[in-house]
T-cell receptor, first 111, second 112 residues
């Protein structure tokens, strides 16, 4: 059974700092990995999807990397802003189109 | 934003009553999913659909049933609600099984 772990569970940084969120998974036989953000009381917003054949994806200040063989992904946020404050979720597609989610990293960026 | 509407957005009901949650999409996507989100457990898949009348179970399907008679609608039914089914329920859609999933705003369900 696929298990997804996100470290740290919570992170507090000052505005402007670059930061890295970590995601690890136990079964390297994945189709893709998706990063989401969730604001309090809201649904999930898709940020980036990395296919198993890719090493990284970039969108604006966000860069996600994937090392399938070691079962790891990182989400790099450059020049963090207070608006980046949210919970970030990592989810792995191991087949049959279904996602297994980590429990998230709660990020607080202070002005 | 993906055109996904969940209804109702909030519901309070009593143990033993039937409950149906609706997910409506305007994207004509083939795949639709129901998840529940609980503190300490994160998001877990309940059921999903890969086409009209084609559905399958997820990790936590006991006590839930689903139906999809049209591409745009995916219904989740709790036949006899229990307090353990108090949760936030999210619907998601994707064009194919390996494309990004996009989520609705959720339904907060409380069962007393």
């Amino acid at each position: 059974k696929q298990e997804v772990t996100q470290i740290p569970a919570a992170l507090s940084v000052p505005e402007g700092e670059n930061l890295v969120l970590n995601c690890s998974f136990t079964d390297s036989a994945i189709y893709n990995l998706q990063w989401f953000r969730q604001d309090p009381g809201k649904g999930l917003t898709s940020l980036l999807l990395i296919q198993s054949s890719q090493r990284e994806q970039t969108s604006g200040r966000l860069n996600a990397s994937l090392d399938k063989s070691s079962g790891r992904s990182t989400l790099y946020i450059a020049a963090s802003q207070p608006g980046d404050s949210a919970t970030y979720l990592c989810a792995v597609n191991s087949g049959y189109s279904t996602l297994t989610f980590g429990k998230g990293t709660m990020l607080l960026v202070s002005p | 934003d993906a055109g996904i509407t969940q209804s109702p957005r909030h519901k309070v009901t009593e143990t033993g009553t039937p409950v149906t949650l609706r997910c409506h999409q305007t994207e004509n996507h083939r795949y639709m999913y129901w998840y529940r989100q609980d503190p300490g457990h994160g998001l877990r898949l309940i059921h999903y659909s890969y086409g009209v009348k084609d559905t399958d179970k997820g990790e936590v399907s006991d006590g839930y049933s689903v139906s999809r008679s049209k591409t745009e609608d995916f219904l989740l039914t709790l036949e006899s609600a229990t307090s353990s089914q108090t949760s936030v329920y999210f619907c998601a859609i994707s064009a194919t099984g390996d494309q990004p999933q996009h989520f609705g705003d959720g339904t907060r369900l409380s069962i007393l």
